[in-house]
């Protein structure tokens, strides 16, 4: 059975000015998730926090650690916590 869970993800490697946050945005909807994408500076990293059933946070993360064409993952850090249903939706944030 499914539950509801947390993700927080840090990508590192070569993910900003290749659409990763539009490439997570389009996934996270699509599977349903709330949350939000961003990047960090200047480390050049992009968090993602995403809620929803477990299931499709493991599919979020398994296109975190593929990225979109011309984006190279070097590594994804995850971490899973409770569901707090802090989040309406999933969103760009700057």
């Not at 539950?3 to 996270?28: I, P």
């Not at 990293?45 to 493991?58: D, I, N, T, Y």
Request: aromatic share 12%; glycine share 8%.
């Amino acid at each position: 059975m499914s539950q509801e869970a947390c993700l927080h993800a840090l990508v590192y490697g070569v993910v900003q000015g290749v659409n990763f946050r539009s490439f997570v945005l389009r996934h996270a909807r699509d599977l349903g998730l709330t949350g939000y994408v961003r990047n960090l500076y200047p480390e050049e990293v992009v968090e993602v926090k995403a809620e929803g059933w477990r299931e499709q946070l493991e599919q979020l993360l398994r296109l975190l650690e593929e990225g979109p064409r011309g984006a190279w993952v070097e590594r994804v850090d995850a971490n899973w916590s409770e569901y707090s249903g802090d989040y309406n939706r999933f969103e760009l944030r700057f």
